[in-house]
């Protein structure tokens, strides 16, 4: 079975900090992807990065970056220099072969971020 | 490319009665929908997986009997909330994917917020 985790129920962070959101996941499958969605308050899920599990290079995206482990397991996210914009919640997400022989995403319980002027 | 609508965004009916919300691809084949609950400040909770043309495979614990789901076309799902009650009020959320280009990616829709008075 699938599991991910997010730790970080939920961050405040003063404009203009850096803040990381860790994401820790389990599968037995070797092919898999790693997903972040941002969530504003609107409800409407925002597609930020996919990742498939071959490839542990990071990336980074304006002020966004992503730090992906497959030794530990990890798909953190880090935001620069945030902005009262940021604010949200986040989820990290695995996509992998469930029991049930299908693909399927698998939610972490997500991260609100408050970032404060 | 890739977008996914719902309708209504928002809906409001009374205890016992019966809404229909509907998922629609408009760019792209949808071979597989899904169906997702989310209750305030918690995760997305898969509800069931839809193949076109097939019947809906539902989660443990999700009532086939009162959350009816069609997916009678390639572009098109429907879930029905059958005798809903105050606890069936929720933000749901549907996906799509397009099994024989990429078995791992969904597409989200921007979701539903039920309301039961």
């Known amino acids: 079975a699938q599991k991910v985790t997010q730790a970080q129920t939920e961050i405040s962070v003063v404009e203009k900090e850096d803040v990381t959101l860790d994401c820790v996941y389990e599968?037995?499958?070797?092919?898999?992807?790693l997903f972040w969605y941002k969530q504003p308050p609107s409800g409407e899920l925002v597609f930020l990065i996919r990742r498939n599990s071959f490839d542990e290079q990071n990336e980074i995206s304006g002020r966004y970056s992503w730090n992906f482990q497959k030794s530990t397991s990890s798909f953190n996210f880090t935001i620069t220099a945030s902005q009262v914009v940021d604010s949200a919640v986040y989820f990290c997400a695995l996509s992998a072969l469930s029991g049930a022989g299908s693909y399927q995403l698998t939610f972490g319980k997500g991260t609100k971020l408050s970032v404060i002027p | 490319g890739a977008v996914v609508s719902q309708h209504p965004s928002r809906v409001i009916c009374k205890s016992g009665t019966s809404v229909k919300i509907e998922c629609r691809s408009l760019?792209?084949?949808?071979?597989?929908m899904f169906w997702y609950r989310q209750f305030p400040k918690q995760s997305l909770m898969l509800m069931a997986t839809?193949?076109?043309?097939?019947?809906?495979?539902?989660e443990q614990g999700v009532e086939k009997d009162k959350f009816l789901i069609n997916h009678a076309s390639l572009t098109l799902s429907t879930l029905t909330v059958t005798s809903a009650h105050p606890e069936d009020s929720s933000f749901y959320i549907c996906s799509a994917s397009d099994r024989t280009s990429d078995i791992y990616e969904q597409y989200f829709g921007p979701g539903t917020r039920l309301t039961v008075t």
């Open positions: 760019d792209f084949q949808a071979t597989t």
């Open positions: 599968t037995r499958d070797t092919t898999y992807y």
């Open positions: 839809s193949n076109e043309g097939s019947k809906a495979t539902y």
